[in-house]
C-alpha cells in the first residue's frame, strides 16, 4: 500500500558487480598510464554513483560518461597531497567500502596503494548491514580504532561516521541538493576530503 514494488537486488548488484568486472582492465590500464592516487581517487568517486538507495534507477549513459570523463573530474590536489603524505608514514589504513560493481574500483585503488606503499597493512572492511557505531563488531571497533588512516567510501559512510571521532577521509559523488550545500560542489562531482578539514 505505501511502498514500490520489492526491488530484485540480487540481480542488480551481480548485474553492475559484472558491468564493472568487464571495465576493470581498460580502467586498470589508464590508472596505470596516469601513474597517480588522483586518478585511482577520481575513479573511485565516480563509481560512486552505482547507489540503488539514492537512485532509484541507475543510469547506465551517465554512470559511463563519468568514467569516460574522469580526469575532467575535479578533487583538491591539496587534499591528495596530505593523504600521500600520510600514507607514506602510516602502517595500518583501513578502508571502508560501500556498495556492489563500485566495490572493483575499490579492489583496483586497494592494490595500487599496495604496490606504491609496501610496508602499508590495509584491511577492506565491509557492511553486512544497515549499521551504527554501537553495533560494531568487537573487531570493527578494533580495526577503526587502531588505524593510522581511514578511508570511507559513500553518502551512508559519512552519515554515520561524521562527528563520531574516527577522522576518515572520505570518498563519494555528490548526489542529492543537500551535499551540494554541505560541500559546494556541482551534482555528479567527487568529494574527496578528511573530516578534520571539512
Known amino acids: 500500500e505505501y511502498y514500490e514494488e520489492d526491488v530484485d537486488y540480487v540481480a542488480l548488484k551481480h548485474r553492475y558487480n559484472q558491468y564493472m568486472l568487464e571495465k576493470e582492465e581498460e580502467i586498470r590500464a589508464h590508472i596505470q598510464k596516469n601513474n597517480d592516487i588522483e586518478t585511482c581517487i577520481k575513479y573511485v568517486c565516480a563509481g560512486n554513483y552505482i547507489d540503488f538507495g539514492v537512485a532509484n534507477k541507475i543510469d547506465d549513459q551517465l554512470l559511463q560518461g563519468l568514467l569516460d570523463k574522469v580526469n575532467e573530474l575535479k578533487i583538491s ?68 580504532q587502531n588505524a593510522d588512516i581511514i578511508i570511507a567510501k559513500g553518502m551512508g559512510n559519512f552519515e554515520s561516521m561524521y562527528q563520531e571521532g ?14 551540494k550545500e554541505i560541500f559546494g560542489v556541482e551534482m555528479f562531482q567527487p568529494i574527496f576530503c578528511k573530516e578534520e578539514r571539512l
Do not use: H, W
Open 77 to 144: 590536489k591539496k587534499e591528495v597531497a596530505y593523504l600521500e603524505d600520510e600514507l607514506a608514514q602510516a602502517k595500518t589504513l583501513l578502508y571502508i567500502t560501500d556498495n556492489c560493481g563500485e566495490i572493483v574500483l575499490d579492489k583496483i585503488f586497494i592494490e595500487e596503494l599496495q604496490n606504491k606503499y609496501k610496508n602499508l597493512q590495509i584491511t577492506a572492511m565491509v557492511r553486512g548491514g544497515i549499521a551504527s557505531k554501537e553495533q560494531l563488531s568487537e573487531e570493527a571497533k578494533e580495526k577503526i
Open 166 to 179: 574516527m577522522n576518515p577521509y572520505y570518498l563519494l559523488l555528490c548526489k542529492c541538493e543537500l551535499y
